[in-house]
């Protein structure tokens, strides 16, 4: 009868209860490792992949001696969406320090993907010295373009590693050149602090650098990038989660880098952009103005 099963019914009832969410998680998780095995597929292929396929026999060395020119440019994620870049054209000679600014959405961050090849233009061209870097016929070009560049974004990711190996971050420990960690240490204005430590470049930095400040790690973030010896330097947002006094040593390291290397800044606070040679604004995907450093002083005063 019913009431000798009961109790049997509820504890089925009260397992399913308990087992259901458990059955929801597994679900969730087989969806999302479908949706990313592709990706996964194509990171793997793309780490298999052999120097000869890039052809060495036509290797293009990016020796930028004079400027990077933007001819035209369009771009948009999707054949049949709008674009998100709309007819830019302009020039950033070698050793410029340039500015972008923008409200969000207005194409920055997709201006700079182009900027850095991680994107081609829908129509136009990007262009080194007059060599186009997408040139379908000579991959080498975009490598070589890509071994150019260091790239500081928003937010660093750092190894529960010393410093050191931080600083020359992927390269195995007993092939890190000090006298470069040396010098690129005192380039990012770091070096005082570090070498006033017990362990100096031995020092661990904590998971995610809990053991350094907001400041100290950005600096650390602007060592690495110098490491590599870089034409061009790209910081993008750099300084929107530093106190006024922090961005201002931050920014003062940056003045001191060599001359030669191509500097392209993105920044909300119109005083990241101060020292900048020239300043974009971006609006929808277009450039609205384009000023100076005198000019761009004067805009600030006026807004």
Same mark, same amino acid.
């Given at each position: 009868?019913?009431?000798?099963?009961?109790p049997?019914i509820?504890?089925?009832v009260?397992?399913?209860?308990?087992i259901?969410?458990?059955?929801?998680?597994?679900?969730?998780?087989?969806?999302?490792?479908?949706?990313?095995?592709?990706?996964?597929?194509?990171?793997v292929?793309?780490?298999e992949?052999?120097?000869?396929?890039?052809?060495l026999n036509k290797r293009?060395i990016?020796?930028f001696?004079?400027d &990077?020119?933007?001819?035209?440019?369009n771009?948009?994620?999707t054949k049949n969406?709008?674009d998100?870049i709309?007819?830019?054209?302009f020039t950033?000679?070698?050793?410029?320090?340039?500015?972008l600014v923008?409200?969000t959405?207005?194409?920055?961050?997709?201006?700079?993907?182009?900027?850095?090849?991680?994107n081609?233009p829908?129509?136009?061209?990007?262009f080194i010295?007059?060599?186009?870097?997408?040139d379908?016929?000579?991959?080498?070009k975009?490598?070589s373009?890509?071994?150019?560049i260091s790239?500081?974004?928003?937010?660093?990711?750092?190894?529960?590693?010393? &410093?050191?190996?931080? &600083?020359?971050?992927?390269?195995?420990k007993?092939?890190?050149?000090m006298?470069?960690?040396h010098?690129?240490?005192?380039?990012?204005?770091?070096?005082e602090?570090?070498?006033?430590?017990?362990?100096?470049?031995?020092?661990? &930095?904590?998971?995610r650098?809990?053991?350094l400040?907001?400041?100290q790690?950005?600096?650390?973030a602007?060592?690495?990038?110098l490491y590599r010896?870089p034409k061009?330097?790209?910081?993008?947002?750099?300084?929107?989660?530093?106190?006024?006094?922090?961005e201002?040593e931050?920014?003062?390291s940056?003045?001191?880098?060599?001359?030669?290397i191509t500097?392209?800044v993105?920044?909300?606070?119109?005083s990241?952009?101060?020292n900048?040679?020239k300043?974009?604004?971006?609006?929808?995907?277009?450039?609205?103005?384009t000023f100076?450093?005198?000019?761009?002083?004067?805009?600030?005063?006026?807004?």
């Amino acid at each position: 009868g019913i009431s000798n099963n009961f109790p049997i019914i509820g504890a089925l009832v009260l397992g399913g209860s308990k087992i259901f969410p458990v059955f929801q998680l597994i679900y969730a998780s087989l969806a999302a490792i479908q949706v990313q095995r592709t990706s996964l597929y194509r990171i793997v292929k793309y780490l298999e992949l052999k120097e000869a396929n890039f052809d060495l026999n036509k290797r293009f060395i990016s020796k930028f001696d004079n400027d &990077i020119t933007f001819k035209d440019v369009n771009f948009k994620y999707t054949k049949n969406g709008k674009d998100v870049i709309k007819n830019i054209s302009f020039t950033v000679k070698k050793g410029e320090k340039i500015g972008l600014v923008g409200t969000t959405g207005s194409g920055k961050s997709t201006l700079l993907d182009l900027f850095m090849g991680l994107n081609k233009p829908s129509k136009g061209n990007i262009f080194i010295d007059g060599h186009d870097i997408n040139d379908k016929k000579n991959i080498s070009k975009l490598k070589s373009w890509h071994q150019s560049i260091s790239h500081v974004p928003q937010k660093m990711y750092f190894t529960n590693a010393t &410093i050191a190996e931080n &600083i020359a971050f992927g390269v195995p420990k007993k092939e890190i050149n000090m006298e470069r960690i040396h010098t690129v240490s005192g380039l990012a204005k770091i070096s005082e602090f570090i070498e006033s430590s017990p362990l100096g470049y031995d020092s661990l &930095i904590g998971e995610r650098g809990v053991n350094l400040s907001g400041g100290q790690l950005q600096r650390i973030a602007i060592a690495r990038a110098l490491y590599r010896s870089p034409k061009v330097l790209i910081l993008d947002e750099i300084t929107s989660a530093l106190d006024t006094q922090t961005e201002k040593e931050v920014l003062s390291s940056i003045q001191t880098l060599d001359k030669s290397i191509t500097i392209i800044v993105i920044a909300h606070r119109k005083s990241t952009l101060k020292n900048c040679d020239k300043i974009i604004q971006l609006e929808d995907g277009q450039i609205q103005n384009t000023f100076l450093k005198s000019e761009f002083k004067e805009y600030e005063i006026n807004n």
